[in-house]
Every structure is written in structure tokens, then in C-alpha cells.
């Protein structure tokens, strides 16, 4: 079975541009989750998706975004780029039927965004 | 609100050696909790998870982790440490389908 697939790999942009970027999940998972790994601030939950709903959200900007296609593919949008942006994005997917159960999330490869 | 501690930044064993990874998890309920790796550019690795049941969970490599409630601890360890286990580890605690991490500990295998 294939795993989480992420593109692009490597991302350069500038500040004021906006940046999409693309997750396939495991086939057969429904639960998609978006991560931003800085080394100042770490790993930290972005939003999650099921069903085609943002069904979990973490504390950023509404420049961040994002939504998720009826195949469980999902895409993560920043307006505005901000220097601070530059960082890995990481997409997970999980089965999760249910909300609240120990399901693992399997991690795609990341998206490294480089804002300039 | 749930989270997690990893105590050390970095941490050094020499191969052959115990590895121990700390983490401590803050949590009013019954947490799930987890131990990811993440190799340089790379995503992150399931190492092994805590749901409920038996309080020490085995993983891949070699590595386990007990879950003791009355430390509120959920630390990493391997008997002998090999070259291939330098990487980082971030211990994480699950909520729906948030996981909080830990500030990661990376880990270097000394010769």
C-alpha cells in the first residue's frame, strides 16, 4: 500500500505571494492533518479534514487554509506569504472514523517552503 | 489542555549503550500517547503507541515505552543503542485527532 504522498517536495516563494500544497493520504483514510514544523516553534497542528470537512483546527491565521476532495486528497493554501512561513508542512492521514480513538497517523515526506 | 515534555535537547550514548528518551504528559484524562522519529529530511515515523491495555508497548527497532499514570511518564527506551538510531524523537499526546508534540530530542550515537 502506498503511503502519504506530499508535492511539492521544495517550495521557493516570495513574501506576498500564496503557496497551495497537495497531500494524497493512504488509500483508504479519510482523516487528513496539516502540521507546520519550525525550529523556533516546532511541531504544531494546523487544521484536520474529514469527509470533506475542517473537522479540527489549530491556532493560526485565516491566511492558512485549507480543503479536502471528495478522493480524501487534500491541499493547504498561505496567502500573503510572511518570512515566518518558511517551514516544513507535514500531512498525515488516519482512518479516524471515530474521533477520540488512538488511530496513527502515518506522515507524508513534507513540503519544505522556502519564503524569500 | 493536553501536552508533553521531552527533558533534553540532545542527548549522546555510545553504541551498544541504553538509550533513554524522557517525556512526561500532561493530561485530565486518560491520554493516548505516542513516540514518532524523524530522520533528516524526512516526515516523521511511528515508533509505537500508547492507547490502553498493557502499560509496556513494544516498537519497531527495538525500542519500547512504558506508560506509568503515577509519573505521568511515557519514556523511550532501547537495550543497545546502533548507529541508525540517530534521528530525532518526538513524543506526542493525541486529542480527536490533534496531536500535540514535544520539543524533540535529538539523539546522536557516539562511536
Known amino acids: 500500500k502506498a503511503g502519504v504522498t506530499q508535492t511539492p517536495r521544495y517550495l521557493i516563494k516570495t513574501r506576498g505571494q500564496q503557496v497551495t500544497l497537495s497531500c494524497s493520504p493512504i488509500?483508504?483514510?479519510?482523516?487528513v492533518s496539516w502540521y507546520q514544523q519550525t525550529p523556533g516553534q516546532g511541531l504544531q497542528f494546523l487544521f484536520e479534514?474529514?469527509?470533506?470537512?475542517?473537522?479540527n483546527k489549530g491556532n493560526f491565521p485565516g491566511r492558512f487554509s485549507g480543503r479536502q476532495f471528495s478522493n480524501s486528497r487534500s491541499e493547504m493554501n498561505v496567502s500573503t506569504l510572511e518570512l515566518g512561513d518558511s517551514a516544513l508542512y507535514l500531512c498525515?492521514?488516519?482512518?479516524?472514523?471515530?474521533?477520540?480513538?488512538?488511530?496513527?497517523?502515518?506522515f507524508g515526506p513534507g513540503t519544505r517552503l522556502t519564503v524569500l | 489542555a493536553q501536552s508533553v515534555t521531552q527533558l533534553g535537547s540532545h542527548v549522546s550514548v555510545s553504541e551498544g549503550a541504553l538509550v533513554l528518551l524522557r517525556c512526561n504528559y500532561s493530561s485530565s484524562v486518560p491520554p493516548y500517547l505516542f513516540w514518532y522519529v524523524q530522520y533528516p529530511n524526512q516526515g516523521l515515523q511511528l515508533l509505537l503507541k500508547?492507547?490502553?491495555?498493557?502499560?509496556l508497548v513494544k516498537g519497531i527497532n527495538g525500542f519500547e515505552a512504558e506508560f506509568k499514570k503515577s509519573e505521568t511518564s511515557f519514556h523511550l527506551t532501547k537495550p543497545s543503542a546502533h548507529m541508525s538510531d540517530a534521528a530525532e524523537y518526538f513524543c506526542?499526546?493525541?486529542?480527536?485527532?490533534?496531536?500535540?508534540f514535544g520539543t524533540g530530542t535529538r539523539l546522536t550515537i557516539i562511536p
Open positions: 479534514y474529514f469527509s470533506e470537512t475542517q473537522r
Open positions: 488509500s483508504g483514510h479519510r482523516s
Open positions: 498525515a492521514s488516519s482512518l479516524a472514523m471515530r474521533q477520540g480513538w488512538g488511530n496513527e497517523q502515518f
Open positions: 506526542a499526546v493525541r486529542k480527536n485527532e490533534k496531536l500535540t
Open positions: 500508547y492507547t490502553t491495555g498493557a502499560t
